[in-house]
């Protein structure tokens, strides 16, 4: 398909409460996507969107065949789009910030949070990521991230193997110029879609979370933004255009070369 829609769900979360924050996202989702004919390919939810950041680790993680991979599977069937967010996940004794894709025909891929936000103490409660992943869907590359990963421009960088990245994030409210500024700057970089989902309300530490959720194009253009207030937003992406910009302007070719120990 050259082109995709995704609808950014930008939700005010409860802290430490899974169900509800279930319940309500499915509002949200539904009531986006009941009022468009058109639908959507993609549905993007936030870091952590069932407990809010560091809002799981006085309670057993959830599991890969649990209720919210569970309903991520129903909604994905239910809406024919494929479903994504950050997830805190059990597995082997340790507990991983996951970022989970539940498509349409029933098939889940994932991606463990590479960069710990040791600022924040994550690093002293979750095991860190080490692979690199990349979801094929409807003739797009989509390569995931999460939150502090916006950061390292090296992690983020394309190798010529995906064209829409995604950040799902909790990014608070005093490193907001950051929040947009790397968004947009890792679209130019890498000639690539850049979709960035945050959350908005305040967390259960008192961290407040202004939203500003937004889709980019390989330019930089915004497709879609959405404010401080809860609420969702479409962008449609495009790929001829994306592979256009990047057959008239091949920035790619002379990026340096370089490995990842």
Known sequence: MSTLRALLVQPVLCWQDPAENRSHLQQL?????????????????????????????????????????????????RYDAAIGGSVIIGEKGERLNRFLFATPDGDLAHYDKRHLFAYGGEDKHYKAGRMRAI???????????????????????????????????????KRMNAWASLLRARAIENQACVI???????????LQYPGLSAAYDGLGNELAVLGDSEGAAMATLDLDALQELRSNLPFLDDADPFKLL
């Open 29 to 77: 989702i539904e009531s986006a996507l009941d009022k468009d004919p058109q639908g959507a390919d993609l549905v993007f939810l936030p870091e952590t969107f069932t407990t809010g950041f560091l809002g799981d680790f006085d309670r057993e993680p959830e599991t890969m065949d649990g209720e919210t991979v569970e309903w991520m599977h129903e909604l994905a069937q």
């Open 135 to 173: 979801f094929d869907f409807r003739d797009w590359r989509i390569n995931p991230q999460v939150c502090y990963d916006l950061r390292f421009p090296v992690w983020c960088r394309n190798l010529g193997d995906y064209d829409l990245q995604v950040f799902v994030a909790n990014w608070p409210a």
């Open 196 to 206: 960035g989902i945050n959350r908005v309300g305040q967390d259960g530490k008192g």
